[in-house]
């Protein structure tokens, strides 16, 4: 999702540091500004990450007309902290969805993600976009030996289902593993170069874009209409058909956000000297994840791109202190090494491990969704603008119903997942309400800190900033009344519930909320 863009900011530890890569090294552009008036399309698509930029593109190229609502800038939020790996192989999907949902299932999913992979090669090639595309082999990798079993039985899956996938033990990794999976033909690229083409070809096409719009309303209907506001308006926008591409659905009449864990990764770089450098792509679920990758940099060097150490927002404990774990990890294995960038990205799991992507709900005739990419948001965000612009056309796809958001046969089977995930939420929704026998007091905040704290029988998020002056907030999510915690390291209030994030003056930074902490005294 990227309707809610947001720079992180790094530690004063680590204040020379830059957040995300891709944003860093891609020009921000002209502010598009939102709508000057009521304006009425045949589709309106919320959110310019890749999912909804695609999807608009797709539309516009037949010949609808098209406006997408960014709240905050294009490919700036969810797509700009991505480590923009565009593969098929997702971990150990296969041989889970082989077991739980059969090998026809298996098949329509390698057949649909490969598809979006030689999708975005062709639309650069056609643009003449110059997004660093390399094409490369990914990986699924373990050090541990008694991980090798599930690593073949995944390889054989992904045989199986038409990927050209092997089972081997050499990597080009500095470091031994014990076993891999190796799908060939994969790709990497640079994101936000790509999709600010992208962006550029759906307005020479007709489309419009609209940057600073949050969509606070959804009316469906024929035509649907979506109420929106920007700094200086607020405005209406009706449309024949409604795609809601915000990463976690920011409107949710099937309840979604009850089969949906939304999860948080870090992300550090450093430059390697290129020689040497692996150029494949590698993830591993050991150590809490650790995804490694390099890309190229304009003095010929490659960036080393670590992500791992992930955690439910809101209940990451020291976040510092993963930071410096994720660090520590790359310099044993990768040597000595000088970080340029830190950031932080988020993505939300489906119960049943495969991406929400059709009719918003079961009466959807007019409003449909895109979410749960869990984690490969390239291929899955390409997949979904594909198959939504081609449902929304009148067309069929063959992995309708492998994506169909209504589906329920498989969320049965996942019922432990479905459990764990409620229960995670029931957990913070009545623990919130309980009285704490160690609460903080303002006088233990810390400049640069902030906690939840009691101020007169009612839960307020304080922060101090770095000038020691105190910022009190309303500490229940506005989405559904979660108590918020505070992330120090990304200088955010965020929900265990259900991964709304907030800045620490309470402006929405991640949704599903999309109205900000209201202020309060102290």
């Known amino acids: 999702m990227d309707d809610h863009a947001h720079l992180d900011h790094a530690h004063p530890d680590h204040a020379h540091l830059h957040g995300s890569y891709w944003l860093d090294t891609a020009p921000p552009g002209t502010l598009l500004p939102p709508p000057e008036g009521p304006l009425t399309v045949d589709v309106a698509v919320i959110g310019a990450g890749i999912a909804g930029l695609s999807t608009a593109w797709d539309l516009a190229r037949r010949g609808r007309s098209v406006a997408v609502l960014e709240a905050d800038r294009i490919a700036a939020g969810v797509t700009g902290h991505t480590t ?8 150990l999907v296969y041989d889970r969805l082989r077991r739980t949902r059969g090998p026809e299932a298996a098949a329509l999913y390698a057949r649909s993600q490969a598809e979006a992979v030689r999708h975005i090669a062709e639309t650069a090639d056609a643009l003449g976009v110059d997004c660093d595309w390399e094409e490369t082999a990914a990986y699924t990798y373990a050090e541990d030996v008694s991980r090798t079993d599930a690593l073949k039985a995944e390889a054989e899956a992904a045989r199986e289902a038409g990927l050209p996938a092997a089972y081997v033990t050499d990597t080009d ?90 999860r948080r990764e870090l992300v550090v770089a450093a430059p390697l000297d290129a020689i040497g450098a692996p150029l494949g792509m590698y993830i591993t679920q050991e150590q809490n994840t650790r995804s490694v990758r390099t890309a190229p940099m304009d003095d010929g060097r490659r960036l080393l791109i670590v992500t791992g150490e992930h955690f439910s927002p809101g209940s990451g404990g020291d976040v510092e202190e993963r930071f410096a774990r994720l660090c520590a990890w790359a310099t044993d294995r990768f040597g000595d090494l000088t970080f340029t960038h830190r950031w932080a990205t988020q993505d939300n799991d489906s119960t049943d491990s495969v991406p929400l ?126 108590l918020v915690a505070f992330n120090r390291a990304e200088r955010a209030w965020e929900c265990p519930c259900h991964g709304s994030r907030f800045d620490v003056r309470g402006a929405v930074v991640q949704g599903p909320a999309v109205d900000p902490l209201e202020p309060r005294d102290l």
Do not use: N
């Not at 923009?84 to 971990?91: F, Y």
């Not at 940057?211 to 209406?236: N, W």
């Open 84 to 91: 923009a790996k565009v593969s098929a192989l997702h971990t």
């Open 173 to 262: 990794l500095p470091f031994p593993v014990a076993g891999a999976v190796r799908v060939t033909g994969q790709a990497q690229f640079h994101p936000r170069k790509y999709l600010l083409a992208l962006a550029d070809d759906i307005r020479r096409l007709g489309g419009t874009i609209h940057e600073q719009t949050r969509v606070t309303g959804l009316t469906e209907g024929d035509p649907c209409m979506l109420t929106t506001r920007s700094p200086a308006s607020a405005t209406e926008v009706g449309a024949r058909s409604v795609v809601v591409a915000t990463h976690y659905p920011v409107f949710d009449r099937a309840l979604l956000f009850s089969r949906l864990s939304p």
């Open 357 to 482: 992507v059709g009719p918003l709900h079961p009466g959807s005739r007019h409003a449909y969704v895109a979410t749960g990419f869990g984690g490969w948001g390239m291929s899955g965000g390409v997949m979904a603008g594909r198959l939504l612009a081609e449902q929304i056309t009148g067309g069929t796809s063959p992995w309708d119903d492998l994506y169909d958001p209504r589906r329920l046969a498989s969320v049965v089977r996942e019922g432990a997942a479905f459990l764990k995930q409620q229960a995670d939420v029931a957990r913070h929704f009545v623990g919130d309400r309980l009285p704490s026998l160690t609460e903080p007091s303002v006088e233990t905040l810390a400049p640069g800190d902030g906690a939840v704290l009691r101020v007169g029988g009612e839960r307020r998020a304080v922060h101090r900033d770095e000038d020691g002056q105190l910022h009190a907030l309303s500490a229940r999510c506005t989405h559904l009344g979660c």
